[in-house]
Nanobody
Framework: QVQLVESGGGLVQAGGSLRLSCVRS????????LGWYRQAPGKSREFVAH???????KYADYLKGRFTISRDNAENTVFLQMNSLKPEDTAVYYC??????????????WGQGTQVTVSS
């Protein structure tokens, strides 16, 4: 069974930085990417960023270069460096991974989430 455990959330002032981590355990036939979504109070969950096993990255347009995603393949860990944080970045941040199971069916797994609160 695949599990994802996030850490690194907390309270920070506007303009500050936080670094989120997510450790993945377990195996499936093929993992494609690790990444992050977030969900603010009263809003839908939205894409933040992801990174493939080859290191290709994709970011949400609204981030405007403030966040950086990276991974340590040896440790099955993905990081999200968040700089120049704004109050509107306040949300629960969820780590996810997706890939193929042995039947070559697409599957995805989610962590429990970590709270990020940015005060003004």
């Amino acid at each position: 069974q695949v599990q994802l455990v996030e850490s690194g959330g907390g309270l920070v002032q506007a303009g500050g930085s936080l670094r989120l981590s997510c450790v993945r355990s377990g195996t499936i036939f093929k993992f494609n990417s690790l990444g992050w979504y977030r969900q603010a109070p009263g809003k839908s969950r939205e894409f933040v960023a992801h990174i493939t096993g080859e290191g290709k990255t994709k970011y949400a347009d609204y981030l405007k270069g403030r966040f950086t995603i990276s991974r340590d393949n040896a440790e099955n860990t993905v990081f999200l460096q968040m700089n120049s944080l704004k109050p509107e970045d306040t949300a629960v941040y969820y780590c996810y991974t997706e890939g193929l199971n042995r039947k070559l069916v697409s599957v995805d797994y989610w962590g429990q989430g970590t709270q990020v609160t940015v005060s003004s």
